[in-house]
């Protein structure tokens, strides 16, 4: 499973008077997060540092930066929250605010965890599927059944229209498209046909659509 990051959240640690502040961004390539990453360093042009890390494309493309920090103290715990969180197409950025006392490697590779961790669980995320998107033309006296069969397999009735038959167009999961194909022939009698040439990648959030 993968997941997508629908919108980003914000969290503050403060470890020994240190604060990390850690932010979370949506992004879909490279040249995106390095701006973003410069926005923030212009909005915080006072931290010591802010440091980062990101993943793109179900984890084809990563990096993370330490940004002044040891080396591995910083980026590499905030990109192992993204990784281990499944999400894709998500950039955090860690800004700290030195506090006067040096933390020492492990105190400080936690500390940028946690705040990374907390960022990423103030965000909203989403599951990101595959599926089928369809018309489906029925009769008045099937739809009733079509409605039952669509909500025993987790298919997304997306928009109805009743003219002098019902067309619905569906969401269709992939894991459950030879199963809605099979009953859909059966309840019908063979009268209706599915198109599955449109196949897309899409989440839910709140009940809206979203395709990537």
């Known amino acids: 499973m993968s ?7 914000q969290s503050e640690v403060v ?17 995106e997060a390095a701006g973003i990453v410069a926005d923030m360093k212009k909005k915080y042009y ?12 179900e984890g084809k493309v990563i990096k993370s930066s330490d940004d002044g920090e040891p080396s591995g ?4 715990p905030i990109l192992d929250v993204i990784t281990g969180a499944d999400v894709s197409g998500a950039l955090i950025v860690v800004t700290r605010y030195f506090g ?25 995320i989403s599951l990101k599927m595959k599926g089928y ?21 987790n298919i997304n009735i997306l928009n ?5 038959d019902v067309v619905s167009t569906v969401l269709i999961p992939s894991e459950n498209k030879d199963a809605f194909t099979k009953k859909l022939t059966d309840i019908t009698g063979g009268a209706t046909k599915l198109n599955l040439d449109n196949e897309v990648i899409y989440a839910i959030n709140e ?5 990537f």
């Open 3 to 9: 997941y997508v990051l629908i919108k980003g959240g």
């Open 15 to 31: 470890v020994k008077k240190s604060r990390f502040i850690g932010e979370v961004f949506a992004v879909n390539n490279e040249e």
């Open 46 to 57: 006072d931290a010591r540092h802010n440091c980062f890390a990101y993943s793109l494309d």
């Open 73 to 76: 103290t910083a980026g590499r």
């Open 100 to 124: 006067g006392t040096l933390l020492g490697c492990g105190p400080l590779s936690r500390a940028y965890m946690q705040s990374a961790k907390e960022a990423l669980e103030d965000s909203t």
């Open 133 to 153: 998107q369809a018309d489906i033309k029925l009769s008045y006296q099937m739809y009733g059944k079509f409605e039952y069969l669509a909500s025993t397999l």
């Open 160 to 164: 109805t229209e009743y003219k002098e």
């Open 207 to 211: 009940g809206k659509v979203l395709y």
